[in-house]
């Protein structure tokens, strides 16, 4: 189904995270209202998925919350409403107000579920919290996502691994989704301010792929669904981050190496059957998958060729 995003940024957070910019991410300062989602949905007669990010949607005022999921609610039958918030913004009453608008998937930017990395992070909530409504939007029956960031002050590949089984062990056998992004360094945020001081060093691009991949592989066996790793380029991004793994094809990279960890846990010499599907993870960008297969198998490019069968 086509997605129609619509971008809130920064408006209404119960507070502010040290890495946060979301101005400079989107390149948007200003409020969403409910003409301009309007005016979009009275462009298509297709049902679309209109999706409300950035920001902490259930977090606004009220009235601004109403007219938005009411203009949502126009778009043609059989369209779907996703949003991402804050986990403050959880409670009984918006989990009604949520299903009064049939909003079918809630996606809670959790970040970290280490709770010295949520404090550093001025996250304003314990794991505890987050998983309590998490929990909480799984028994009311919607879709649910969690977004989950790596290279944050205090943060190791394990800390990250240890919320995918945390959140393994509240999802059971539901299914959840998960956005796995990168901690970047934007201006006008406390981060840039501890990166120029070098109290905080950003993971270069090649730690962040291998210790995104390690995630991935575990979010995969855990039965996570992934719906995006990175965040999504933009002019504004691109002009704006200072420091950081902002790579535009992160996700790829990242999946060919979570690919390649795969194949030497199954077979460590091969030979190997890849679908024809991920061809692309393992000679895209300069053949780096192969390159990678290679140094770390110990056997030449050609070698690997042989080893590797396509179906
Ligand atoms: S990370 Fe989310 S909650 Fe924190 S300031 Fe940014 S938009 Fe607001």
Redesign the pocket.
């Known amino acids: 189904m086509k997605k129609l995003p619509f971008f809130i940024p920064?408006q209404s957070?119960p507070n502010?995270?040290i890495y946060?910019n979301?101005w400079a991410i989107t390149g948007q300062s200003n409020g969403l209202t409910a003409e301009k989602v309007l005016a979009k949905i009275e462009k298509t007669d297709q049902p679309v998925e209109i999706c409300f990010f950035?920001?902490?949607f259930t977090c606004l005022p009220q009235k601004i919350r109403t007219s938005l999921l009411e203009a949502a609610a126009r778009a043609p039958k059989g369209s779907r409403i996703r949003m991402s918030t804050?986990p403050l913004c959880i409670t009984e009453e918006i989990i009604d107000e949520l299903k009064q608008y049939n909003v079918g998937a809630v996606e809670l930017?959790v970040s970290s579920l280490d709770d010295e990395v949520l404090a550093f992070c001025k996250r304003g909530y314990t794991s505890e919290i987050a998983l309590e409504k998490l929990k909480a939007l799984l028994s009311a029956g919607f879709v649910v996502g969690a977004q989950l960031m790596t290279g944050l002050p205090y943060q190791q590949t394990e800390s990250t691994i240890n919320d995918l089984k945390k959140l393994s062990k509240i999802k059971g056998p539901s299914s959840m989704q998960i956005r796995l992004y990168p901690c970047l360094v934007f201006p006008g945020t406390e981060l840039f301010s501890l990166w120029e001081k070098g109290s905080y060093t950003p993971l270069t691009e090649e730690l962040c792929i291998k210790q995104t991949a390690q995630v991935l592989f575990h979010a995969e066996n855990m039965g996570f669904e992934i719906l995006r790793i990175g965040l999504h380029e933009t002019d504004s991004l691109r002009g704006t981050v200072k420091a950081g793994p902002a790579h535009p094809a992160l996700g790829e990279l990242v999946r060919s190496e979570a690919l390649i960890e795969k194949l030497i846990k199954t077979n460590p010499k091969g030979p190997w059957i890849v679908s024809t599907r991920h061809r692309s993870l393992l000679s895209g960008h300069s053949r780096r998958g192969i390159t990678v297969l290679a140094n770390k198998t110990g056997l030449t490019e050609s070698e690997l060729f042989k080893r590797i069968i396509w179906w």
């Open positions: 920064m957070c502010r995270c946060c979301q950035g920001g902490s804050h930017g």
